[in-house]
């Protein structure tokens, strides 16, 4: 019998192997079937339709997610971004605080506590903020879609505007602005522009189109990471003449986890970067003229999150990621939290202020 086992799991991976290459090949039908949404959605005509409605307001909606139980904890942050876009004239922050989903809807995994030792649920309620963003879509000429955990350095907040990050107003590409990654970097999906009209639309079609997929890693992030790829395949597809490479469906078979469940996306990540190289040149080589458009963090940083990075160079916006950031000091040394520490470290605080956050008249 044990001399089976080798060949048993052989057999197990293989067929689930198999299993994943036919959901790769119904997704593919899938987005092909899209086709003729995606050619409208990047017509020249769609693209430059007008939407005079959004005059007169600023020229970005900051739109974020907060729970009222989260409002004291990131009260500083949210005074940053409201005083940041009162300040520069072109942005102001919209808060959502409700749940979009009733008790019980929002997609969850069980996981381990590592308090109790017994199984708990983890519930995705990040998307939040995607529902949120949807929402205002056209209520602006672009929409930013910012994490809480997010907030401007003082060595930019006075100097660099976020209209910095978009294209000029008179173009019609891209419709999604974000930060460009290089292959040691990770995904992250917070800090991402994107402009009201049906590509955009388009784009969070089929980042919904996943709420409820099993077996993604990390919820909304994994997501949003394959949503970039089926998005740009489907630009590309609709646009060009020639026949082209779908690569988003053979990169999903990397993000799942395989058989024996262990998890490591580092065989997905090479594959994200791989097509979009192929779809718009190498990172800090990237060509333009596609639907998203890559800020590169050595021009503009809008989304640096804090690690085994050169932080030497502020960037314009931090991401404190992660849950360390609510790390706490004992309460008879101030009882302050990992991202109190860092706000007062970067603005030069000797102490925090007082914050209105959620209670604005606080």
Same mark, same amino acid.
């Given at each position: 019998?044990?001399?089976?086992? /080798?060949?048993?799991?052989?057999?197990?991976?293989?067929?689930?192997?198999?299993?994943?290459?036919?959901?790769?090949?119904? =997704?593919?039908?899938?987005?092909?079937?899209?086709?003729?949404?995606?050619?409208? @959605?990047?017509?020249?005509?769609?693209?430059?339709?007008?939407?005079?409605?959004?005059?007169?307001?600023?020229?970005?909606?900051?739109?974020?997610?907060?729970?009222?139980?989260?409002?004291?904890?990131?009260?500083?942050?949210?005074?940053?971004?409201?005083?940041?876009?009162?300040?520069?004239?072109?942005?102001?922050?919209?808060?959502?605080?409700?749940?979009?989903?009733?008790?019980?809807?929002?997609?969850?995994?069980?996981?381990?506590?590592?308090?109790?030792?017994?199984?708990?649920?983890?519930?995705?309620? #990040?998307?939040?903020?995607?529902?949120?963003?949807?929402?205002?879509?056209?209520?602006?000429?672009?929409?930013?879609?910012?994490?809480?955990?997010?907030?401007?350095? =003082?060595?930019?907040?006075?100097?660099?505007?976020? +209209? @910095?990050?978009?294209?000029? /107003?008179?173009?019609?590409?891209?419709?999604?602005?974000? =930060?460009?990654?290089?292959?040691?970097?990770?995904?992250?999906?917070?800090?991402?522009?994107?402009?009201?009209?049906?590509?955009? =639309?388009?784009?969070?079609? *089929? *980042?919904?189109?996943?709420?409820?997929?099993?077996? *993604?890693?990390?919820?909304?992030? +994994?997501?949003?990471?394959?949503?970039?790829?089926?998005?740009?395949?489907?630009? @590309?597809?609709?646009?060009?003449?020639?026949?082209?490479?779908?690569?988003?469906?053979?990169?999903?078979?990397?993000?799942?986890?395989?058989?024996?469940?262990?998890?490591?996306?580092?065989?997905?990540?090479?594959?994200?970067?791989?097509?979009?190289?192929?779809?718009?040149? /190498?990172?800090?080589?990237?060509?333009?003229?596609?639907?998203?458009?890559?800020?590169?963090?050595?021009?503009?940083?809008?989304?640096?999150?804090?690690?085994?990075?050169?932080?030497?160079?502020? /960037?314009?916006?931090?991401?404190? #990621?992660?849950?360390?950031?609510?790390?706490?000091?004992? #309460?008879?040394?101030?009882?302050? +939290?990992?991202?109190?520490?860092?706000?007062?470290?970067?603005?030069?605080?000797?102490?925090?202020?007082? #914050?209105?956050?959620?209670?604005?008249?606080?």
């Amino acid at each position: 019998l044990e001399l089976e086992k /080798p060949r048993r799991k052989h057999w197990f991976d293989l067929n689930y192997f198999r299993h994943l290459i036919r959901c790769s090949r119904i =997704r593919n039908r899938e987005l092909r079937r899209l086709l003729p949404t995606a050619a409208s @959605a990047f017509s020249t005509q769609e693209l430059s339709r007008s939407r005079p409605w959004v005059l007169g307001r600023p020229r970005i909606g900051v739109i974020m997610a907060v729970t009222p139980k989260e409002g004291d904890f990131y009260a500083h942050t949210i005074d940053v971004w409201r005083c940041y876009c009162k300040l520069h004239g072109d942005c102001e922050l919209v808060i959502e605080t409700a749940d979009f989903l009733p008790e019980g809807s929002y997609p969850y995994v069980m996981v381990i506590d590592p308090e109790t030792g017994g199984p708990k649920a983890r519930v995705g309620k #990040a998307w939040n903020r995607w529902y949120a963003l949807r929402r205002h879509l056209d209520a602006y000429e672009w929409v930013l879609t910012a994490d809480p955990d997010q907030f401007f350095s =003082r060595e930019c907040f006075g100097s660099v505007s976020l +209209s @910095a990050a978009l294209p000029e /107003p008179r173009s019609v590409l891209p419709v999604v602005v974000m =930060r460009d990654f290089p292959r040691f970097h990770t995904l992250n999906s917070a800090g991402v522009f994107f402009r009201g009209g049906a590509a955009s =639309r388009l784009f969070l079609d *089929l *980042l919904f189109h996943k709420v409820y997929w099993e077996g *993604l890693p990390d919820f909304d992030q +994994s997501a949003w990471d394959h949503t970039v790829l089926e998005f740009m395949d489907l630009w @590309a597809a609709a646009t060009s003449a020639e026949d082209h490479h779908w690569g988003s469906p053979w990169c999903l078979t990397m993000q799942v986890p395989p058989f024996d469940n262990s998890m490591s996306l580092e065989g997905y990540v090479k594959c994200w970067h791989d097509h979009m190289d192929e779809l718009v040149g /190498p990172f800090g080589e990237r060509r333009g003229g596609a639907p998203v458009g890559l800020v590169h963090p050595g021009k503009m940083d809008i989304d640096f999150v804090p690690g085994a990075r050169n932080a030497d160079d502020a /960037p314009l916006i931090w991401h404190l #990621a992660g849950r360390d950031k609510f790390l706490r000091d004992r #309460a008879e040394n101030g009882g302050l +939290s990992v991202m109190d520490h860092f706000m007062m470290r970067d603005w030069g605080f000797t102490a925090l202020p007082e #914050a209105a956050g959620l209670n604005l008249d606080g």
